[in-house]
């Protein structure tokens, strides 16, 4: 089997730009049901990581905690743009790094030692065009 093989079944892409905000984020993954999303960046044309479950997580203790730039957390997650939140803030355990991904025809095996390499628990599948 390869990683092409492991992708749900559901036909649903979720691909979401750096400029939604944090708060539609987690609506838009909510109604989709998606744990973990791919974010792009429009703006400069390039891949800017994966969003998870996880960084909701996050931003909701940093806003408790009153580290938020906002009083209210859910008027900071709406003015809070995805592109702020995954450049202004460390990535939460588990998330990949921008650079780690595997490619649809890669092996399982070759999925497993980058998942452990990684310490992250989602990886994007993507098959970038060449040239």
């Not at 089997?1 to 944090?22: I, Q, R, T, W, Y």
């Not at 906002?70 to 592109?83: F, P, V």
């Amino acid at each position: 089997h390869n990683a092409f093989d492991m992708l749900p079944e559901s036909g649903k892409v979720v691909l979401l730009d750096s400029s939604v905000s944090a708060y539609s984020a987690f609506c838009i993954m909510s109604a989709n049901e998606q744990v973990a999303v791919p974010v792009w960046d429009s703006r400069n044309d390039q891949y800017m990581g994966m969003l998870t479950v996880t960084d909701l997580l996050e931003l909701v203790l940093m806003c408790h905690d009153g580290k938020a730039v906002d009083s209210g957390c859910a008027e900071g997650m709406r003015d809070m743009t995805l592109h702020h939140w995954m450049t202004s803030y460390p990535r939460p355990p588990g998330c990949p790094g921008v650079s780690v991904e595997v490619h649809p025809d890669d092996d399982l095996m070759v999925v497993l030692k980058t998942l452990i390499r990684n310490d992250s628990r989602v990886l994007p599948v993507l098959e970038r065009d060449v040239g």
